[in-house]
């Protein structure tokens, strides 16, 4: 039987100790990718709980161009609560140039970018496309339970929204948002914030 005691165990599981994982590898003749891979969702968000992300934050709106828009302020004080930090911010038309430049920017800074608003189907809402176009991987539960919680709200107009979230190539994450300061409340406190942190630190497990 292993001489590694559990606290050590879950300790090397919860990749803090880089040492502890290839002692527990070598014990149980498994590669160390193979040691953090055994982990389950619990532990994946325990390990996670440290993390400070950093986040990005855009709003796409022609309705508030030039005006003051308060969906994204509740964006940022909803990240900076739950203990994140927001290194960039800002507003743009919607126009699929302006948002491609504006995500542009706001990728080479964070760990998660956050678009609002232009998620709708008419033609000018264009932002779930332009997002689309830097996605390498797309996780569709994210919409899904966003629908099915703001059903409760809105009804069946919860059809109309096309919220998304997805992962770069470079292994940042990219969410959209309906425009509403009611979509992004919903959208942030009862389905991203409670996962983001795991969501961040799954991305960087095999690093």
Same mark, same amino acid.
């Given at each position: 039987?292993?001489?590694?005691?559990?606290?050590?165990?879950?300790?090397?599981?919860?990749?803090?100790?880089?040492?502890?994982?290839?002692?527990?590898?070598?014990?149980?003749?498994?590669?160390?990718?193979?040691?953090?891979?055994?982990?389950?969702?619990?532990?994946?968000? *325990?390990?996670?709980?440290?993390?400070?992300?950093?986040?990005?934050?855009?709003?796409?709106?022609?309705?508030?161009?030039?005006?003051?828009?308060?969906?994204?302020?509740?964006?940022?004080?909803?990240?900076?609560?739950?203990?994140?930090?927001?290194?960039?911010?800002?507003?743009?038309?919607?126009?699929?140039?302006?948002?491609?430049?504006?995500?542009?920017?706001?990728?080479?800074?964070?760990?998660?970018?956050?678009?609002?608003?232009?998620?709708?189907?008419?033609?000018?809402?264009?932002?779930?496309?332009?997002?689309?176009?830097?996605?390498?991987?797309?996780?569709?539960?994210?919409?899904?339970?966003?629908?099915? *919680?703001?059903?409760?709200?809105?009804?069946?107009?919860?059809?109309?929204?096309?919220?998304?979230?997805?992962?770069?190539?470079?292994?940042?994450?990219?969410?959209?948002?309906?425009?509403?300061?009611?979509?992004?409340?919903?959208?942030?406190?009862?389905?991203?914030?409670?996962?983001?942190?795991?969501?961040?630190?799954?991305?960087?497990?095999?690093?």
């Amino acid at each position: 039987m292993s001489s590694i005691s559990r606290s050590d165990m879950i300790f090397a599981l919860y990749g803090y100790d880089s040492r502890l994982v290839k002692v527990f590898a070598q014990e149980y003749h498994r590669p160390c990718s193979v040691v953090k891979g055994i982990m389950g969702h619990h532990d994946h968000k *325990k390990a996670a709980e440290e993390q400070k992300i950093r986040c990005s934050v855009l709003v796409v709106s022609d309705r508030h161009r030039g005006s003051k828009n308060t969906s994204g302020p509740v964006a940022e004080s909803l990240l900076e609560t739950a203990g994140h930090e927001v290194v960039y911010s800002a507003q743009v038309g919607n126009d699929p140039e302006e948002i491609r430049a504006a995500i542009e920017t706001g990728l080479k800074k964070a760990d998660f970018l956050l678009t609002i608003g232009g998620t709708g189907p008419s033609s000018r809402d264009r932002t779930v496309e332009t997002v689309r176009s830097f996605l390498s991987c797309e996780l569709p539960g994210f919409g899904e339970l966003f629908r099915r *919680k703001s059903e409760a709200e809105i009804g069946t107009a919860a059809i109309l929204s096309r919220a998304l979230l997805g992962v770069t190539q470079d292994k940042t994450a990219l969410a959209s948002l309906p425009g509403s300061e009611g979509a992004v409340r919903l959208g942030l406190e009862e389905v991203l914030l409670p996962e983001l942190k795991h969501l961040i630190w799954d991305l960087g497990r095999y690093e």
